[in-house]
């Protein structure tokens, strides 16, 4: 296979892999929103770990029909996942609840440059002055777009806190371990899934009861909202398993960057189907900034030097004295990622 058929063939896969992140990801946005909002099931920590069960039911068929092959992923490697990840999911739960809807969005801006500084200081990566401005013009447009009312209190801001660092952690984790242990999106969700169904059924009744004073087991379950349930844990599967995927191919930072894309999306399918009230020129101005901000971003980053990650190599001895020294004085070796 040629070169630029195997960037063709690689470009094809990324696109495939982003739309169905996308489209699983609004959709189940959707289907919770009506579940919640309809119908009334406000238990959103169980009903995670119901999706995780049925992420789970998945992994285990494609690994009797042969698509998940063995593996191996130490068990603190799986413990430490697995507490940022339902860290992530209950904090940003409770940061929703005890906060404003503009400082809860400004919190899930904020992942962006958290999971950058995780890369500069455990990946070595260094970004390029385009890539880190196209960032900011993504953020900025967001912001826009999403951010009304911003009111701050200390235990919002500290649940605010543990949902970001937590989901950004989380995020870098996806990228890590499928690098660091060779795993595909299907291996580590074999790992990790059960661990988060178990733990997120057994505390999610308890964390959701003391969010919402109510209790799961005395909810009044019928035809339609068990339909909507199954229908959101269908859903659920392909965007764990696009999230994997996404992650794995790409990193945390451009995951959360193009991610916004998801958004804009939701607004734009919340004026169509719920009615043009929040459409005004403020909103539309932020799709616009931030999209554009989404292209120079992927371009910006593509370019060699957008994003690289420093590699530091010792002065060869055979060298002449000259050029060994300027090696060891910072002239780095450089890897693009």
């Known amino acids: 296979m040629t070169p630029s058929s195997k960037a063709d063939k690689k470009a094809a896969v990324d696109i495939a892999a982003w739309m169905f992140n996308i489209v699983t990801s609004v959709g189940i946005i959707i289907v919770n929103k009506a579940l919640m909002q309809t119908y009334g099931f406000t238990f959103a920590t169980t009903l995670t770990g119901l999706h995780f069960v049925t992420t ?6 494609l690994r009797w029909l042969g698509y998940i092959q063995p593996s191996h992923l130490p068990t603190s490697d799986l413990l430490k996942f697995v507490v940022f990840a339902n ?12 906060n404003s809807v503009g400082f809860y969005q400004i919190a899930k801006l904020s992942m962006i440059p958290v999971s950058c500084l995780l890369e500069v200081a455990f990946d070595k990566i260094r970004y390029s002055r385009d890539t880190k401005l196209s960032i900011l013009i993504v953020l900025l447009g967001v912001a826009v777009c999403t951010v009304t009312d911003v009111s701050v209190n200390t235990k919002g801001f500290i649940a605010a806190v543990v949902a970001v660092w937590s989901t950004a952690l989380q995020q870098y984790y996806v990228h890590h371990l499928q690098k660091k242990h060779q795993l595909s999106s299907f291996n580590l969700l074999g790992h990790t899934a059960p661990i988060q169904a178990g733990s997120l059924l057994l505390a999610g009744p308890f964390v959701d009861y003391w969010l919402t004073n109510k209790r799961v087991d005395a909810f009044k379950y019928d035809i339609a909202s068990l339909l909507f349930m199954f229908l959101s844990c269908t859903i659920a599967i392909g965007t764990n398993l696009s999230q994997f995927i996404c992650i794995g191919r790409f990193s945390a930072v451009t995951f959360q960057v193009l991610g916004h894309m998801k958004t804009i999306l939701v607004l734009t399918l919340g004026f169509i189907f719920f009615g043009r009230e929040g459409l ?11 999209i554009l901000g989404m292209v120079w971003y992927g371009n910006a980053s593509s370019k060699p030097g957008g994003k690289e990650r420093r590699s530091y190599s ?8 000259k050029d060994s020294l300027l090696e060891a004085s910072g002239i780095d070796a450089k890897v693009v990622s």
């Not at 010792?314 to 004295?321: C, V, W």
């Open 56 to 61: 789970t039911l998945m992994t285990v068929v």
């Open 87 to 98: 860290f992530s999911i209950v904090g940003m739960n409770v940061s929703l609840m005890w």
């Open 280 to 290: 005004n020129f403020h909103v539309v101005l932020g799709m616009i900034i931030a």
């Open 314 to 321: 010792l002065p060869k001895t055979s060298q002449p004295k």
